[in-house]
Protein backbone atom coordinates (compact mmCIF):
# COMPACT_ATOMS: atom_id res chain seq x y z
CA UNK A 1 0.00 0.00 0.00
CA UNK A 2 1.32 3.71 -0.85
CA UNK A 3 2.82 5.69 2.27
CA UNK A 4 0.64 8.27 1.76
CA UNK A 5 -2.94 6.46 2.07
CA UNK A 6 -1.32 4.24 4.40
CA UNK A 7 -0.20 7.29 6.33
CA UNK A 8 -3.84 8.61 6.06
CA UNK A 9 -5.80 5.14 7.28
CA UNK A 10 -3.44 5.66 10.47
CA UNK A 11 -4.55 9.29 10.93
CA UNK A 12 -8.43 8.46 10.95
CA UNK A 13 -7.78 5.76 13.12
CA UNK A 14 -6.04 7.98 15.64
CA UNK A 15 -8.67 10.91 15.53
CA UNK A 16 -11.28 7.86 15.86
CA UNK A 17 -9.44 6.92 19.47
CA UNK A 18 -8.71 11.02 20.43
CA UNK A 19 -12.20 11.69 20.17
CA UNK A 20 -13.74 8.02 22.12
CA UNK A 21 -11.15 9.40 25.05
CA UNK A 22 -12.08 12.98 25.10
CA UNK A 23 -15.80 11.63 24.84
CA UNK A 24 -14.95 9.36 27.82
CA UNK A 25 -13.04 12.01 30.00
CA UNK A 26 -16.05 14.78 29.35
CA UNK A 27 -18.15 12.22 30.92
CA UNK A 28 -16.44 12.01 33.59
CA UNK A 29 -16.55 15.82 34.53
CA UNK A 30 -18.25 17.08 37.56
CA UNK A 31 -22.20 18.05 36.90
CA UNK A 32 -20.57 21.81 37.64
CA UNK A 33 -19.19 21.84 34.77
CA UNK A 34 -21.89 21.10 32.29
CA UNK A 35 -24.05 23.72 34.35
CA UNK A 36 -21.33 26.08 33.10
CA UNK A 37 -20.93 24.84 29.53
CA UNK A 38 -23.00 24.53 26.81
CA UNK A 39 -23.77 20.87 25.20
CA UNK A 40 -23.84 22.23 21.78
CA UNK A 41 -20.09 23.52 22.38
CA UNK A 42 -18.87 20.27 23.81
CA UNK A 43 -20.49 18.12 20.84
CA UNK A 44 -18.06 20.90 18.47
CA UNK A 45 -15.24 20.33 20.43
CA UNK A 46 -15.43 16.59 20.82
CA UNK A 47 -16.16 15.98 17.29
CA UNK A 48 -13.61 18.61 15.64
CA UNK A 49 -10.94 19.09 17.62
CA UNK A 50 -9.73 15.73 16.94
CA UNK A 51 -9.65 16.57 13.04
CA UNK A 52 -6.20 18.57 13.35
CA UNK A 53 -4.08 15.46 13.78
CA UNK A 54 -5.31 13.85 10.37
CA UNK A 55 -2.99 16.40 8.56
CA UNK A 56 0.05 15.90 11.46
CA UNK A 57 -0.25 12.57 11.33
CA UNK A 58 -1.48 11.70 7.83
CA UNK A 59 0.07 12.81 4.46
CA UNK A 60 1.62 15.96 6.47
CA UNK A 61 4.40 13.94 7.96
CA UNK A 62 5.07 12.15 5.04
CA UNK A 63 5.65 14.95 2.98
CA UNK A 64 7.89 16.70 5.58
CA UNK A 65 10.36 13.79 5.63
CA UNK A 66 10.34 14.07 1.94
CA UNK A 67 11.12 17.56 1.57
CA UNK A 68 13.64 17.41 3.97
CA UNK A 69 15.29 14.94 2.26
CA UNK A 70 14.67 16.77 -1.26
CA UNK A 71 15.84 19.62 0.38
CA UNK A 72 19.18 18.37 1.80
CA UNK A 73 19.97 16.98 -1.17
CA UNK A 74 19.48 19.44 -3.76
CA UNK A 75 21.08 22.01 -0.54
CA UNK A 76 24.32 19.72 -1.51
CA UNK A 77 24.43 20.33 -5.56
CA UNK A 78 23.64 23.92 -5.19
CA UNK A 79 27.11 23.88 -2.85
CA UNK A 80 28.71 22.16 -5.85
CA UNK A 81 27.67 24.06 -8.45
CA UNK A 82 28.39 27.60 -6.82
CA UNK A 83 28.56 27.79 -2.62
CA UNK A 84 28.88 31.77 -3.45
CA UNK A 85 25.07 31.97 -4.46
CA UNK A 86 23.68 29.41 -2.47
CA UNK A 87 24.94 30.70 0.90
CA UNK A 88 23.75 34.25 -0.02
CA UNK A 89 20.18 32.26 -0.62
CA UNK A 90 20.61 30.70 2.58
CA UNK A 91 21.00 33.81 4.41
CA UNK A 92 17.76 35.48 2.78
CA UNK A 93 15.77 32.16 3.35
CA UNK A 94 16.68 32.28 6.84
CA UNK A 95 15.70 35.81 7.53
CA UNK A 96 12.22 34.89 5.76
CA UNK A 97 12.49 31.76 8.40
CA UNK A 98 12.09 34.25 11.29
CA UNK A 99 9.51 36.25 9.89
CA UNK A 100 7.67 32.97 9.22
CA UNK A 101 8.15 31.86 12.73
CA UNK A 102 7.24 35.70 14.15
CA UNK A 103 4.06 35.13 11.72
CA UNK A 104 3.13 31.68 12.94
CA UNK A 105 3.73 33.32 17.17
CA UNK A 106 1.06 35.49 16.30
CA UNK A 107 -1.86 33.27 14.16
CA UNK A 108 -1.15 30.05 15.93
CA UNK A 109 -3.38 31.59 18.79
CA UNK A 110 -5.73 33.09 16.19
CA UNK A 111 -6.18 29.67 14.62
CA UNK A 112 -6.45 27.70 17.67
CA UNK A 113 -9.61 30.59 18.63
CA UNK A 114 -11.39 29.76 15.98
CA UNK A 115 -12.48 26.30 16.61
CA UNK A 116 -13.49 27.61 20.28
CA UNK A 117 -15.59 30.44 18.74
CA UNK A 118 -17.35 28.25 16.10
CA UNK A 119 -17.78 25.59 18.58
CA UNK A 120 -19.26 28.27 20.64
CA UNK A 121 -21.78 29.82 18.04
CA UNK A 122 -22.53 26.55 16.45
CA UNK A 123 -23.26 25.02 19.73
CA UNK A 124 -25.22 27.90 21.12
CA UNK A 125 -27.38 27.99 17.42
CA UNK A 126 -28.06 23.83 17.75
CA UNK A 127 -29.40 24.74 21.40
CA UNK A 128 -31.74 27.82 20.33
CA UNK A 129 -33.54 25.98 17.45
CA UNK A 130 -33.54 22.23 18.94
CA UNK A 131 -35.25 24.34 22.19
CA UNK A 132 -37.13 26.57 19.76
CA UNK A 133 -40.51 26.39 21.54
CA UNK A 134 -39.00 27.52 24.73
CA UNK A 135 -37.71 30.26 22.80
CA UNK A 136 -40.74 31.50 21.78
CA UNK A 137 -42.42 30.60 25.10
CA UNK A 138 -40.08 33.54 26.98
CA UNK A 139 -39.89 35.29 23.84
CA UNK A 140 -36.11 35.34 23.48
CA UNK A 141 -35.81 35.37 20.11
CA UNK A 142 -34.47 38.87 20.27
CA UNK A 143 -31.52 37.86 22.78
CA UNK A 144 -31.21 34.78 20.76
CA UNK A 145 -30.75 37.47 17.65
CA UNK A 146 -27.97 39.18 19.72
CA UNK A 147 -26.16 36.49 20.75
CA UNK A 148 -25.74 34.72 17.39
CA UNK A 149 -24.95 37.82 15.59
CA UNK A 150 -22.01 38.61 18.41
CA UNK A 151 -20.55 35.47 18.23
CA UNK A 152 -20.83 35.49 14.22
CA UNK A 153 -18.92 38.45 14.33
CA UNK A 154 -16.16 37.39 16.70
CA UNK A 155 -16.26 34.93 14.34
CA UNK A 156 -15.43 36.58 11.28
CA UNK A 157 -13.03 39.52 12.99
CA UNK A 158 -11.33 36.17 13.54
CA UNK A 159 -11.32 35.08 10.23
CA UNK A 160 -10.78 38.44 8.86
CA UNK A 161 -7.28 38.75 10.96
CA UNK A 162 -5.55 34.82 9.33
CA UNK A 163 -6.77 36.33 6.09
CA UNK A 164 -4.77 39.36 6.92
CA UNK A 165 -1.51 37.42 8.21
CA UNK A 166 -1.74 34.88 5.36
CA UNK A 167 -1.68 37.51 3.22
CA UNK A 168 0.99 39.14 4.93
CA UNK A 169 3.21 36.34 4.96
CA UNK A 170 2.79 35.31 1.20
CA UNK A 171 3.64 39.35 0.24
CA UNK A 172 7.02 38.52 2.47
CA UNK A 173 7.34 35.13 0.17
CA UNK A 174 6.80 36.87 -2.78
CA UNK A 175 9.73 39.90 -1.67
CA UNK A 176 12.11 36.61 -1.04
CA UNK A 177 12.09 34.93 -4.48
CA UNK A 178 12.20 38.41 -5.88
CA UNK A 179 15.33 39.15 -3.66
CA UNK A 180 16.86 35.85 -4.59
CA UNK A 181 16.52 36.62 -8.02
CA UNK A 182 18.15 39.72 -7.29
CA UNK A 183 21.26 37.63 -5.67
CA UNK A 184 21.64 35.40 -8.84
CA UNK A 185 22.08 38.95 -10.82
CA UNK A 186 24.61 40.55 -8.70
CA UNK A 187 26.61 37.28 -8.24
CA UNK A 188 25.47 35.33 -11.05
CA UNK A 189 27.04 33.03 -12.87
CA UNK A 190 30.52 34.74 -14.76
CA UNK A 191 31.37 31.65 -15.97
CA UNK A 192 28.15 31.24 -18.23
CA UNK A 193 25.74 28.52 -18.90
CA UNK A 194 27.32 24.63 -19.22
CA UNK A 195 26.51 23.82 -22.92
CA UNK A 196 24.24 21.01 -21.82
CA UNK A 197 21.62 23.88 -20.05
CA UNK A 198 21.74 26.15 -23.06
CA UNK A 199 20.81 22.66 -25.50
CA UNK A 200 17.81 21.90 -23.36
CA UNK A 201 15.98 24.94 -23.22
CA UNK A 202 13.51 25.99 -25.77
CA UNK A 203 14.91 29.74 -26.02
CA UNK A 204 18.06 31.44 -25.24
CA UNK A 205 18.47 35.34 -24.63
CA UNK A 206 21.51 37.53 -24.81
CA UNK A 207 22.36 41.10 -23.98
CA UNK A 208 24.75 41.29 -26.70
CA UNK A 209 27.36 39.25 -29.19
CA UNK A 210 30.05 40.74 -27.77
CA UNK A 211 31.52 38.45 -24.88
CA UNK A 212 31.57 41.06 -21.67
CA UNK A 213 32.71 41.38 -18.04
CA UNK A 214 30.15 39.83 -15.74
CA UNK A 215 30.06 43.66 -14.11
CA UNK A 216 29.91 45.05 -17.28
CA UNK A 217 26.24 42.65 -17.69
CA UNK A 218 25.05 43.85 -14.37
CA UNK A 219 25.35 47.30 -16.16
CA UNK A 220 23.43 46.75 -19.04
CA UNK A 221 21.08 45.07 -17.93
CA UNK A 222 20.04 47.99 -15.57
CA UNK A 223 20.29 49.89 -18.51
CA UNK A 224 17.82 48.00 -20.80
CA UNK A 225 15.41 47.47 -17.37
CA UNK A 226 15.07 51.13 -17.61
CA UNK A 227 14.68 51.67 -21.55
CA UNK A 228 11.74 49.18 -21.10
CA UNK A 229 10.31 50.80 -18.14
CA UNK A 230 10.51 54.72 -20.12
CA UNK A 231 8.95 52.92 -22.98
CA UNK A 232 5.86 51.88 -21.53
CA UNK A 233 5.88 54.61 -19.52
CA UNK A 234 5.80 57.05 -22.41
CA UNK A 235 8.76 58.52 -21.38
CA UNK A 236 10.99 60.20 -24.07
CA UNK A 237 14.58 58.16 -23.63
CA UNK A 238 17.56 59.93 -23.94
CA UNK A 239 17.03 62.47 -27.11
CA UNK A 240 14.26 60.51 -28.77
Known amino acids: MPTP ?9 DVESLRRRVQARVLRLPVSFFDSTQSGML ?6 DAEGVRN ?12 MITATFALGVLFWIN ?5 ATLAVIGLFG ?9 LRPIFRDRS ?7 GRLGQALGGARVVKVYTA ?18 IASTITGTSAVTTVGT ?19 DPSIKAGADETLRLSDLTLPHAMVRVLLVEQLYRGWSILAKHPYHRE
Do not use: C
Open 5 to 13: YAGALVAVR
Open 43 to 48: IQRVMS
Open 56 to 67: LVGTGIVQLIGS
Open 83 to 87: WRLTT
Open 98 to 106: GVMAYAFKK
Open 116 to 122: KIYAEVS
Open 141 to 158: EKREEKVFAVGAHRLFRN
Open 175 to 193: LVVGLIGLLMIVIGGPDGL
